[in-house]
């Protein structure tokens, strides 16, 4: 009983960081309506930086998070002015293909840049642990769920509470009618677009320090989000968080318990996609 109740708790813990990098594709998709191939290269973004500032100057992960917020917003919004913006009327298949393709650009221009080889951050309480009765909790993954936690939060309350989330959720409700109200769509678009990018910046900083920072993590958090995503419902921000917990506590029960399990943790997330995906056939026939 104990194992899993650890296994639960690992999986709880990994559960925030699913849930920020796929409210961020949440977002684009629900407010701009673009599949963005390259979400994930966003993450990398971020987690590169936290590398080299740590590497370079000894910056702290911590002190890195308000860079990489800024700097993957900063980013997200240069790609959407000069790449998404002018394909936004053109049909799916064309914008899918401009993200996969940046997505592939930016993954062969950070193997250029840093290699193929995984870099890790690495400061003092890295492996730091905290004693919760006879379970024990990775410092860095508490931390990581508590501020990804906090970040959601923030998110909710931008959305509901301020003038530019209010016209946020009137864009992705209706495209045209808050045009007619004064509502400029282009600076929402960008503003959008440009958050869910931030987010996944700081999700990669994260993920510099609990796994590691490469050339192709990001793609593999893109596959990730987007089972998270068709799970909790297209464009369907509070289904999130819930989606990510299945899906990081189903990986963490196949690692633990299935033998061999530890190779067959990256494939969960292709299952649930499938199941969520056969389950909407058979309910839209």
């Known amino acids: 009983m104990e194992l899993l109740l650890q296994t639960l708790l690992n999986g709880l813990l990994i559960a925030g960081v699913y849930a920020l990098v796929a409210t961020g594709l949440a977002l684009s998709l629900g407010v701009v309506g673009i599949v963005n191939f390259a979400h994930g290269e966003f993450l990398m973004v971020g987690a590169f930086l936290s590398y080299l500032l740590y590497a370079a100057r000894g910056v702290d992960p911590l002190l890195a998070l308000g860079l990489a917020f800024l700097a993957a917003f900063l980013v997200g919004a240069l790609t959407y002015w000069g790449l998404i913006r002018p394909v936004l009327k ?90 007619l109200l004064g509502i400029e769509a282009e600076r929402v678009y960008l503003l959008a677009f440009g958050l869910a990018a931030a987010l996944a910046g700081v999700a990669g900083v994260m993920l510099s320090v609990m796994l590691y920072a490469s050339p192709t993590v990001g793609f593999l958090f893109t596959l990730k989000s987007f089972a998270i995503v068709a799970l909790a419902g297209l464009g369907n921000l509070r289904g999130v968080m819930p989606a990510a917990l299945v899906l990081a506590l189903a990986e963490a029960l196949v690692s633990t318990y299935v033998p061999g399990g530890g190779g067959l943790v990256e494939a969960v997330f292709f299952l649930v996609l499938f199941l969520v995906l056969v389950g909407r056939a058979w309910r839209w026939g």
Do not use: K, W
């Open 90 to 179: 053109a049909p799916e298949l064309n914008q899918m293909l401009l993200t996969f393709g940046l997505s592939i650009l930016l993954q062969n221009l950070a193997l250029l840049l840093f290699g193929a080889d995984t870099r890790v951050v690495a400061p003092p309480y890295q492996a730091a642990t905290l004693a919760l009765g006879p379970f024990f909790l990775g410092a860095v993954p508490l931390g990581a769920f508590l501020l990804s936690l906090a970040l959601l939060l923030l998110l909710q309350a931008f959305l509901t509470r301020t003038p530019l989330g209010l016209a946020m959720r009137a864009v992705a409700q209706n495209r045209l009618a808050p045009g």
